[in-house]
């Protein structure tokens, strides 16, 4: 089977608030896909909804053939356990330090001795640079720095299907160049496929095999990124270069400037 | 027609409070479920929680208890000596320590203490989704923090209140015996000879392992539905304090009344 | 690591709150009176028991030997039955008396057990047949009212 993951006609709603409607998409194997698109597009949801922590309202997430939400807790733990999850700002267990964080997939899942996980872990981190901090507690590191052992973590299984979600937010240039070359190689060095929740047009196009681009709730545009940046759909337009005024509008909706200073014209 | 419009307007509100209700129990059932297994596996985790709830309780719970002590010895002295039983004061120290003031007054500032604490601790947690990424490991995060928490509460507050009462008839020893000067042997045998050890001493410890219970789930139950905002972590906080309060107040009279009538 | 000092930590918290539970049983409660010991069962019969309990104290001259069981009515005689278990350690001759007292002025009641002269000693099961009932407050008052008429009219 080419594609690892399969969504086909999503639906998904928050109480009456419609998040994700008919969303159609292929995330096949070995391939770096980017899911793009504003804030309060839906992104992070379909994220979660491949990792099974929503439930859609109508349409169905396919993982390795199997659908995620017809899934009992034994199974999706099971599913679980070849992703790995990047969240958005890392998410690392605060009482537990550097080298603990990494190890703990390896502690909970494997029954390998220590010595093998210590050197495990310090392979993980060594690929994420960051070796010789695997004592320091989580107050201690920088954002960046967070996040890239969240990284090493959630790879920590050498997982089929990696999820990052906004793994760029926040970052300084430098770091951010590194996040980006790191989850093009890991990818490519694991074999796996890779998820890229981001709004960093950049970034991502330079390490992306295939975009979506999500607005609303729905696909509107989608393609590799040499074609988003020829695209002429007015949405992607705007995205891609960054326009201040275009589909997504810089007013909040409502009166005219002319109603509200009084200037409108009497009957 | 406005009865109606107050039926749907209390509907709703009464349709969370329930399902709350709910979500609080199968929680709590969830909890003892996956302990066995938290047991086994992984000890090393309860240990750890009742060091920070238990260790890090011991000084305010032995300070209070011997100020209550004192305050008791004082206090119970000044009304005994107007009937002339003076000599009782041992006996009114423990019972009034072993049968209420010890577990209620241990849970109380337990509470305050390490419910507050936990339920922040929670709250922050799935904030920072701690837990969803805990969940996306495939860890179950109620297995992971909420039981060993749990029942480091549940051992914990007995054992405080214990120390709280045993260390409150000390109190009372120093300023009765010591400071006012009643006779040390008639403190001892009274209390001896009053307080029994079933229906004082053992139904304060079984109080207090109740109590340890309600509180200890009501601060975890309410970090881990706290929204994962600042003002909602606070308002959760607060809520630990003041439900867990009044549940003790509560399960106090109802446990009194089971306990003490005959 | 930091487990090795947690559990010390954690082992001295467990050891102070059990010794804490400890000294309440020991030291704050009536464990000592607690005699699990091996007990003989003698009954009495009483008028009137008064306020009289199970797991009351059993004194003969003062002294513990003994622990009130059951009360219960007997309804052809109609009178209260008491069983004693009394300590083996101590044997009492058959005509033994067995008095309800009361431990000071406003105090709890107990069994008084004076000892007789005969040569054989009650046995389990063994009945004590010489009993004085508690004293009725309602009765005394009424005696000292009439006792008080009674001197008014010699006086007449």
């Not at chain 1, 267990?93 to 190890?103: G, S």
């Not at chain 1, 494997?110 to 901090?133: F, Q, S, Y």
Request: proline share 4%; net charge neutral; charged share 20%.
């Amino acid at each position: 089977m080419s594609n690892l993951v399969e969504i086909r006609d999503l639906h998904f709603s928050y109480g009456k608030r419609a998040i994700l409607s008919g969303l159609s998409m292929d995330f096949p194997r070995g391939k770096v896909i980017a899911v793009m698109g504003g804030s309060g597009s839906g992104k992070t949801t379909v994220l979660r909804l491949i990792g099974g922590q929503l439930t859609p309202r109508k349409g169905q997430v396919k993982v390795q053939g199997q659908v995620v939400h017809k899934l009992n807790t034994a199974g999706l733990y099971l599913l679980r356990r070849k992703m790995g999850m990047l969240f958005q700002h890392g998410a690392l267990f605060t009482d537990l330090t550097v080298y603990e964080n990494v190890a703990f997939p390896l502690r909970e899942h494997t029954d390998l001795p220590e010595e093998l996980i210590r050197n495990l872990v310090l392979m993980k981190l060594h690929a994420v640079g960051l070796r010789n901090a695997a004592a320091l507690k989580p107050g201690e590191i920088s954002g960046g720095m967070a996040r890239r052992v969240a990284l090493a973590r959630s790879i920590a299984l050498d997982p089929e299907l990696i999820m990052y979600d906004e793994p760029f937010a926040g970052l300084d240039p430098i770091s951010m160049g590194v996040t980006a070359n790191l989850i093009r190689n890991l990818n490519t060095a694991l074999g796996s496929t890779t998820v890229l929740v981001s709004h960093d047009v950049k970034e991502c196009f330079a390490i992306a095999d295939y975009v979506y681009f999500l607005s609303q709730g729905k696909i509107v545009a989608h393609g590799t990124p040499a074609d988003m940046m020829a695209s002429t759909d007015p949405y992607v337009h705007q995205f891609v270069n960054a326009e201040a005024d275009g589909p997504v509008p810089f007013h909040y909706p409502g009166k005219s400037l002319a109603d509200d200073l009084g200037l409108g014209v009497k009957a | 027609m406005s009865v109606r419009n107050l039926l749907s307007k209390l509907g709703a509100p009464l349709r969370d409070f329930v399902e709350g209700i709910g979500f609080a129990a199968r929680t709590f059932f969830e909890i003892l479920r996956l302990s066995p297994g938290l047991i086994f596996r992984r000890p090393h985790l309860l240990v750890e929680q009742l060091h920070f709830i238990g260790n890090y309780s011991m000084v305010i719970i032995t300070l209070s208890g011997l100020f209550v002590g004192m305050v008791l010895g004082l206090q119970g002295y000044y009304t005994l000596n107007k009937y002339g039983a003076e000599q009782s004061l041992g006996l009114l120290v423990a019972l009034g320590l072993t049968r209420e003031l010890g577990p209620v007054i241990t849970a109380l500032l337990f509470a305050g203490r390490a419910g507050t604490s936990l339920t922040a601790e929670i709250g922050l947690m799935k904030a920072g989704e701690q837990l969803s990424a805990m969940e996306m490991m495939a860890v179950n995060p109620i297995q992971r923090v909420l039981a060993p928490r749990f029942w480091a509460g549940v051992i914990s507050v007995p054992l405080l209140a214990s120390v709280f009462s045993a260390v409150g008839v000390m109190g009372g020893y120093l300023v009765g015996v010591q400071l006012i000067g009643v006779d040390e042997g008639a403190f001892w045998s009274q209390m001896q000879g009053g307080v029994d050890l079933f229906k004082d001493v053992l139904n304060g410890f079984v109080k207090s392992i109740v109590f340890g219970v309600a509180i200890t789930f009501i601060a975890l139950y309410q970090g881990y539905q706290a929204r994962p905002t600042p003002e909602d972590v606070a308002r959760a906080t607060t809520r630990t304090v003041v439900i867990s309060s009044l549940m003790v107040w509560w399960l106090d009279f109802m446990l009194t009344a089971l306990m003490f009538s005959k | 690591m930091q487990r090795k000092s947690l559990d010390v930590w954690v082992g001295l918290f467990i050891v102070i709150g059990v010794a804490a539970l400890m000294f309440l049983v020991l030291k704050a409660s009536n464990t000592g009176s607690l005699s699990f010991g091996k007990t003989y069962a003698i009954t009495a019969k009483f008028d009137n028991i008064g306020s009289l309990r199970p797991q009351a104290a059993v004194k003969a001259s003062g002294v513990v030997i003994g622990r009130v069981g059951e009360i219960s009515f007997d309804d052809k005689t109609y009178q209260a039955l008491v069983t004693l278990n009394m300590d083996e350690g101590y044997n009492f001759p058959k005509d033994s008396s067995a008095k309800i007292l009361t431990a000071g002025l406003l105090g709890e009641q107990y069994v008084g057990i004076e000892a007789g002269g005969d040569e054989k000693n009650l046995v389990a099961g063994d009945k004590i047949a010489r009993t004085q009932s508690a004293a009725v407050l309602e009765d005394l008052i009424n005696q000292f009212i009439y006792s008080k008429a009674a001197e008014g009219k010699k006086d007449e």
